[in-house]
């Protein structure tokens, strides 16, 4: 019989090889006349603000822009917005 612990170690190794993420971050990018700028990495958080949105990095850092999520395209690990 197989230690639980070789069995969660199987999909980690599948996770591996096909090169994907295994978190949950996603880049948030910025659209100005249909290009994509970063904005944004390792985005953890967005949250709505009377200001815009809130984006918040998995170390904390914090930026405030006056957009709106055009796109959301999470097995991706994408955030696109679009000025306001």
Do not use: T
Request: with cysteine.
């Amino acid at each position: 019989m197989e230690s639980q612990a070789g069995s969660l170690a199987q999909p980690i190794d599948f996770i591996e090889q096909r090169g994907a993420w295994a978190m949950c971050e996603a880049n948030a990018y910025l659209r100005k006349d249909g290009q994509e700028e970063l904005f944004l990495e390792a985005v953890d958080k967005v949250v709505p603000h009377e200001d815009g949105l809130i984006l918040e990095d998995i170390f904390g850092r914090r930026k405030i822009i006056k957009a709106r999520i055009a796109e959301l395209a999470l097995v991706d690990h994408r955030i696109i917005l679009e000025k306001e």
